[in-house]
């Protein structure tokens, strides 16, 4: 039997797109970006070296395509911990899926896909970011508050998840917390700071 006969019997004809990206992001997370091309891809599919072509145009196309699913990913993390605890819950999800998923993590900011030229991932990703910035809409009148605030929640939770990806964080800082409590903690004490300074003018105008 030949070597595609036997591929093709190895993958069970169902979404194909799909279970190229899966495999896709296995090879990302287990090995590196630079070991994921389509020919390695097609060959751990089970599929003919031209089958990824049907779907994936090149290389770019195939990461744009797992920059795109990681920002849905993240954006139904964010929901989903929007309901349970807020905005609060936003930013720890926010860390949390980047720890989870780093090298789709780094896809997604790293610059290596033009986002520009990926109409699909620019709408999925600003759909993400629309999230946050709609939480904290509901929480500022003026609009652009909203938008510089939501610049800031941003800033600061994807700061903090870079800090802790590199591991710039030692275990000294931590004091025995678990990761979820050290982010946790760190983002309710500089909601608080941002807090306290924003009630310092108002206190200062009431005395004067």
Request: no cysteine.
């Amino acid at each position: 039997m030949s070597t595609y006969k036997r591929r093709k019997r190895r993958y069970h004809h169902g979404d194909l797109p799909a279970a190229l990206l899966r495999t896709a992001g296995k090879i990302l997370e287990k090995e590196s970006l630079e070991a994921l091309t389509l020919r390695t891809l097609a060959r751990r599919t089970g599929v003919s070296h031209a089958a990824p072509y049907r779907h994936f145009r090149d290389r770019e196309s195939l990461l744009a395509a797992l920059a795109a699913e990681g920002f849905a990913m993240l954006g139904e993390a964010q929901r989903e911990a929007a309901a349970a605890a807020g905005l609060r819950g936003m930013g720890e999800a926010y860390v949390r899926f980047a720890l989870e998923q780093p090298q789709r993590f780094r896809l997604m900011f790293g610059g290596e896909v033009p986002i520009g030229r990926h109409p699909a991932l620019r709408e999925v990703a600003t759909r993400a970011f629309g999230a946050l910035s709609g939480a904290l809409a509901a929480r500022v009148p003026e609009a652009r508050g909203a938008g510089d605030q939501s610049i800031a929640a941003w800033a600061l939770v994807h700061g903090l998840a870079q800090l802790l990806l590199e591991g710039r964080v030692d275990a000294a800082a931590r004091r025995g917390r678990s990761e979820a409590q050290f982010i946790r903690d760190v983002l309710a004490a500089v909601r608080f700071a941002a807090g306290a300074a924003s009630q310092a003018p108002a206190a200062a105008a009431q005395s004067a």
